[in-house]
């Protein structure tokens, strides 16, 4: 199983995106989810994150926040000791904020974003 976000327009296809309805963002496989990404989530208490596994619709409204949980995890990261593992998870980490990003400064409310 993994842990990936996916994105959905909600009224008609997005344009650009492989099937031109959802953009499909990989976050973890369970088991690198289990033991890279839930002790951090831990760390810094993210409310959002911790229900990325289990599987969450975040609102548009709530996105702000759990960029600001993934900024966080990010800077957390800095304490993991395997150097090419922490470096992996700087990508991902880094793709889902830009992603999210990109959609809350160009004000997308129409589509669903879920987590799972």
Known sequence: MTVDL???KIDGPLIGAPDDC???VPIATSE???KWWEPGI?????KWMEMFSWGIDIDFESLPEVIMELRQFRHWLGSIDD???REFLY???DRLIDTLATHVENN?????YNFG
Do not use: C, P
């Open 6 to 8: 996916l994105i959905t």
């Open 22 to 24: 959802s953009v499909y």
């Open 32 to 34: 690198t989810f289990r």
């Open 42 to 46: 831990k760390a810094i208490g993210a």
């Open 83 to 85: 150097v090419e593992m």
């Open 91 to 93: 990508g991902r980490v």
């Open 108 to 112: 997308r409310t129409d589509y669903e």
